[in-house]
């Protein structure tokens, strides 16, 4: 599972990096996505998709979450 670090960029859009791969893209999509409940899957612009465990609250951005790669099994 690899930690990722999660930003709010100019547009207001959620970027989504991985460090150890140098992957930063834009997230198309999450999940759940409301005051009350965020996270589960995560649809980046290059297709890849990731899985965060869902928070009880939206995050203050930036923050970094371990997620779980869903199209290659990490």
Avoid: H
């Amino acid at each position: 599972m690899p930690s990722v670090m999660l930003k709010k960029n100019a547009e207001g859009k959620l970027v989504f990096y991985v460090p150890k791969k140098d992957l930063e893209e834009v997230a198309e999509s999450v999940e759940f996505d409301s005051p009350d409940k965020w996270g589960g899957e995560v649809l980046l612009s290059d297709g890849s998709k990731y899985y965060f465990e869902p928070l009880d609250t939206q995050p203050d951005f930036p923050i970094t979450l371990r997620a779980l790669r869903l199209d290659s099994g990490e």
